[in-house]
């Protein structure tokens, strides 16, 4: 009796044995919302590398991040757990390892499974390439100066809260440059440890003094060098992260075609309660909108976070080009996915860090290998169910037969990758700090404050998410059943 199971166990895995691994290219880039082509979240937005890697694969339109700031949301992917389970709540919550050391991280899955691992540049908040085979890092992260450079030094300190900041340092050239160039005073705590973030404009040097530049000339030099095992490739991109610097050249296209301003709406913040405005109006992890506005700086950030989004997607094509062309090009799963959105003014918010749609909302794109296309959804399908960032993990483990670990709170996207048009019925839910959640569904956000504050968007009408709907009679069901999910929620 025992040969005709053992003829079943061999005719359902006929499809697994014998074909090769798939390799995979894991690319993260910082702080980038929807201001890319393919979600056509504005109208100036030019990134037809990544609008070409949209083309091919399943464009998440609903993804969202598991909580709106680099350290808690890293920590979520590469752990796949909450930050209700790790403890990483916040950027000032400490590293993953410290805090949940416990966890198993993908690319040690990876590793433990048979892949060659490689990272580069930014992937965790901290301290991410310990758990690669091999890791390459940066100096120039988010500039093309080296970070002893930007350093403010104690003459210099007093000057970064006036009216009149004034750090003189010089450029790889030799060429002075006195920061921050957009002669912007400091809305955060002035240290001597770290140059003003809060900054854009172009530089006239070189795209190797970036360090986006050099990671992807690392990672192409990966690609070329080949290797025998199956591959696990990550890359974490720093561009648009502030400050919003880039090479000149990305910003030149502005002369004749000066930036649009995102769409507000006076008076915004009037149906929010005290938390609200708080959460609003705090230069928690930028600037303030009221000194962008008395400084004049508006439109030119605009342009920067533009001009840098191109930069990168340029690096982002440069790496794919020579992907295509490597032996390992056609077995090879893309994903690309950002830790979180940013606010460019909208709600009178600079940066990340709120439970609105453009903190939480994540460019999220899974392209399969060619070798493999056919099994899935056919390329340029969009899937407009909320996601998570959560099921990254899950569905990479799922997707490359890799022995995960034994709990993980996201779920796989492979469904989704098969059939995009399929109803969930799903909520995902994010976390700005402890005891705020906001909940996004396939119409609806929910927002509840730690002091008990609501908020309710219809997205289907109000995808600005200017009219608070939380004290109106008409939508107290509605209000009511999202208040109903936070309740045990992380």
């Not at 895995?13 to 690319?27: A, D, S």
């Not at 100096?139 to 003459?155: A, F, I």
């Amino acid at each position: 009796m025992r040969f005709p199971v053992v003829l079943f166990l061999l005719l359902t895995l006929l499809p697994v044995v014998g074909r090769e691994r798939p390799h995979v290219l894991f690319l993260a880039v910082d702080d980038l919302n929807d201001w890319i082509g393919c979600l056509k979240g504005h109208p100036q937005a030019h990134t037809p590398n990544m609008d070409r890697l949209a083309a091919r694969g399943v464009l998440f339109t609903n993804a969202h991040c598991v909580a709106p700031a680099c350290n808690p949301s890293r920590a979520a992917v590469f752990s796949g757990r909450r930050p209700g389970v790790t403890g990483v709540w916040s950027n000032q919550s400490g590293s993953l390892a410290r805090r949940y050391p416990q966890a198993r991280l993908l690319s040690t899955t990876f590793a433990e499974s048979g892949y060659e691992t490689l990272g580069a540049g930014k992937l965790l908040h901290s301290r991410g390439g310990k758990s690669f085979g091999e890791y390459f890092g940066v100096n120039q992260r988010w500039s093309p100066l080296s970070k002893e450079t930007v350093k403010y030094t104690r003459k210099e300190l007093p000057s970064k809260a006036t009216a009149n900041p004034r750090h003189v340092t010089r450029d790889s050239r030799g060429r002075k440059v006195v920061l921050p160039l957009n002669r912007m005073p400091s809305d955060r705590k002035p240290t001597e440890t770290d140059g003003e973030s809060f900054d854009w404009g172009g530089w006239d040097v070189p795209d190797t003094d970036f360090g986006d530049t050099r990671i992807t000339d690392w990672a192409i030099g990966k690609l070329k060098e080949g290797g025998k095992e199956p591959l696990f490739l990550a890359v974490g991109y720093y561009r648009p992260h502030i400050p919003l610097w880039a090479p000149k050249r990305f910003f030149d296209r502005f002369k004749d075609e000066p930036g649009k301003l995102p769409p507000v709406r006076k008076n915004d913040l009037d149906d929010l309660g005290q938390a609200g405005r708080k959460w609003a109006r705090e230069a928690v992890t930028a600037g303030s909108h009221a000194t962008v506005i008395q400084y004049g700086q508006w439109q030119a950030a605009v342009e920067a976070y533009l001009a840098c989004t191109t930069y990168v997607d340029h690096e982002i094509g440069r790496l794919l080009e020579v992907l295509d062309q490597s032996a390992v090009g056609k077995n090879t799963w893309i994903i690309l996915w950002s830790d979180h959105g940013w606010h460019l003014g909208e709600k009178e918010h600079w940066g990340k860090w709120t439970g609105w749609e453009r903190s939480t909302r994540v460019p999220l794109m899974v392209v399969p290998p060619r070798s493999q296309a056919g099994e899935f959804a056919a390329g340029g399908s969009r899937c407009h169910q909320p996601v998570s960032l959560l099921d990254l993990y899950p569905t990479l483990v799922e997707l490359c037969g890799l022995k995960g670990p034994g709990k993980l709170d996201g779920q796989s996207l492979v469904p989704l990758l098969q059939e995009p048009s399929r109803s969930t019925g799903r909520v995902v839910v994010t976390t700005f700090d402890r005891g705020n959640v906001s909940l996004r569904s396939d119409r609806w956000r929910y927002i509840r404050d730690a002091n008990g504050e609501e908020e309710l968007y219809d997205l289907k009408a109000d995808p600005n998410e200017w009219s608070n709907l939380a004290g109106r009679p008409e939508h107290a069901a509605t209000r009511k059943r999202f208040a109903a999910r936070v309740s045990g929620k992380d």
